[in-house]
Structure formats: structure tokens, C-alpha cells
């Protein structure tokens, strides 16, 4: 049998037709020389999912971590895997015809260990959240410092470093890129439709957890790497820390002034000031989209995001000095 170029493994937890979706875009693309294998990783799901994954001609592999994290499938996909790359999707996303191609000639370069595109969300209209969160996946092309979890690898650089770290519940791919870099590859960003992504965000419930699992992430992954020759939003954290810190003292000024005054003036002087805040974000955003409505969202967004992602830097802390670990933070 001969060896396939490229073994795409598809990640998913009951996807139900976004899956069915996912590995359909994947067969509808032209194959590269040398042929793709395709490889379903499912992590305990309850709607049948791997029995819709093999109906569709995937390779399917069933796994039980004790704790569930994305990780432990991308290692399991591309272990099993025997292609010379590996492209990682996630079940909710829909692959691009021409992103294969154009990723596989990039890496001609040697030196490039990982290739990523632009993924974008699919129905960026059905909600706030989704028309919001869309342009947080917007990234210039070139040379970056990390991925997503939509991206091809080289199997050989993956196996060089030991895959992905399973002891992380998020920020998976960005410590294992810091890991890469360190090796001399580098991860290139190329100007090419990679994904559409199916968030399917409809609650602020889920939009608040996914904010949460991104500041245990920050957390968790900038002191594993705070030593390290890539010390990955060790900076970040601070900022988050002091962004909160001037929201609530301009929250805490703004509503003393109102009690102590007995007017609400205070209050109003609080509103317009967040509200520039937004303006000044959306303007710095403006790169990102040409729409006025969806920047100024965005803007308002960047700002109240640091909320939630500083209190899951909190719970991280907390879990740590009680030498307890965090589950999975799911929002969908």
C-alpha cells in the first residue's frame, strides 16, 4: 500500500451533521499526488458520530481520556496517522478546495513546520456573538508565533517535540508551537481561505465560558512558558490584569461620584468613557472589517472580553493552590 502525502485528522465531539459537513469537504477536494487518508477522532460522543464518520469512508479511532481535551485527539489522529503531513481540522469546520494545495507548496520551504490559513465563521449573521467573535480569527499573513487548531504539520516535527501537551484543557496548539519554534521551524500564516468554522453561538452563556477557558488558558500556558526562549502571553496576562483593573476603578469612580453627588453625571461621564474606549478599539480594528456596526461590536467586545478571561485566570490560580485540576471548560 502506498503511503499517503497527507493524512487529514478530523477531531470531534458531537459535531452530528457539522461533522458529516466536515469530512464531505475534505473528499470533495482534488487530492494531492500521493493521496489523502482520512481519520475521524472522536472523544466519547453520545449522538453516533462514529458511526457517521465511518458511513463516510473515514478511518475512525474512539478515545476515553480521563480528562477530555482536544490534545489527546490530535495526538491519537496523527500517531496513528502515516501521511508525511498532517492537517488537523475540527469537526465543525468545512475545508477550503484550494487550501491543501497551497499549503503544501509552502512547505517546500524546510525550514516552515506548520501552515495555517484564514478560517472564518461560516454564518457570521446568526448571531452577535458569531458576527463579533468572526473577526477575532482575522490574523496578517507571514511569519506568526502560533496557530489554531485548523493547520498542517509536518508529522516529523510533530513527533520530534512528542505532539501536543495533554495536560492542557486549551492553548494546546500555541504551546506546542512555542515548542517548534524552539527547534528553528518557524509557523507561517499564508493569505489563503483555510476554513469556515461553525461556532453556532447563541447564548451569552457560552460566549462568557469561552472567554473563561481562553483566560485559564493565558494562564496555564504563559507559566509553562514564562522560562522558556518564547515566554507566550506572559505579557498578556499583565495586561489583562491591568485592563480589568482600570474598567472596575473607572466601574468603582464612576458610581462613588454618583453616591457621593447624589447626581448622574458620574454615571453618564462612566458610559462615555467606555464607549470611547470601544470607538478607539473598533478604529484600531478597522484592518479587520470595513463594517461600522460589526467594529464598533468588536470594540466593545475586546474591552468586556477581560472580564471573564481574567476571572478564568483567577480559577486557574484557584485550582492551583488547592492542587486541583481543571476540566474541560465546554461552551458549546
Not at 508565533?145 to 493547520?151: L, Q, S, V
Not at 477557558?213 to 502571553?233: C, D, I, N
Amino acid at each position: 500500500m502506498n503511503t499517503p502525502l497527507v493524512s487529514v485528522v478530523v477531531i470531534g465531539r458531537n459535531e452530528g451533521q457539522r461533522l458529516a459537513a466536515c469530512l464531505q469537504s475534505v473528499q470533495a477536494i482534488t487530492p494531492p499526488e500521493g493521496g489523502i487518508e482520512l481519520i475521524y477522532v472522536d472523544s466519547m460522543s453520545h449522538d453516533g458520530s462514529p458511526a457517521l464518520a465511518a458511513s463516510l469512508g473515514a478511518k475512525v479511532l474512539c478515545v476515553q481520556p480521563t480528562r477530555p481535551c482536544a490534545a489527546f485527539g490530535r495526538n491519537a489522529g496523527w500517531r496513528e496517522a502515516s501521511g508525511t503531513f498532517i492537517l488537523f481540522l475540527d469537526g465543525d469546520t468545512l475545508l477550503h478546495p484550494d487550501f491543501l494545495r497551497t499549503a503544501l507548496a509552502a512547505m517546500a520551504d524546510e525550514q516552515v513546520a506548520i501552515v495555517w490559513g484564514h478560517r472564518r465563521e461560516s454564518h457570521p449573521g446568526d448571531s452577535l456573538y458569531n458576527r463579533v467573535l468572526d473577526l477575532d480569527w482575522i490574523y496578517p499573513p507571514g511569519i506568526t508565533e502560533f496557530c489554531g487548531g485548523d493547520a498542517l504539520m509536518r508529522r516529523a516535527v510533530l513527533a520530534e517535540v512528542g505532539g501536543f501537551s495533554e495536560d492542557l484543557i486549551a492553548g494546546e496548539e500555541p504551546e506546542l508551537c512555542q515548542r517548534i519554534r524552539a527547534t528553528g521551524k518557524v509557523i507561517l500564516h499564508i493569505d489563503q481561505a483555510m476554513t469556515l468554522h461553525d461556532m453556532a453561538m447563541t447564548t451569552f452563556k457560552a460566549y462568557w465560558k469561552r472567554a473563561l477557558r481562553a483566560g485559564h488558558a493565558y494562564a496555564e500556558v504563559s507559566q509553562r512558558m514564562k522560562t522558556t526562549a518564547f515566554p507566550l502571553w506572559v505579557a498578556e496576562c499583565k495586561r489583562n490584569a491591568l485592563h480589568v483593573g482600570v474598567l472596575l476603578g473607572l466601574l468603582l469612580m464612576g458610581l462613588g461620584l454618583t453616591v457621593c453627588l447624589g447626581d448622574i453625571l458620574p454615571l453618564l461621564g462612566l458610559l462615555m468613557a467606555y464607549s470611547a474606549l470601544a470607538v478607539r478599539s473598533a478604529y484600531k480594528a478597522r484592518w479587520r472589517s470595513n463594517n461600522a456596526l460589526t467594529l464598533l461590536l468588536y470594540g466593545a467586545h475586546s474591552h468586556f472580553q477581560q472580564i471573564p478571561i481574567a476571572l478564568g485566570q483567577l480559577g486557574y490560580w484557584y485550582n492551583r493552590l488547592r492542587n486541583r485540576r481543571q476540566g474541560l471548560i465546554e461552551y458549546k
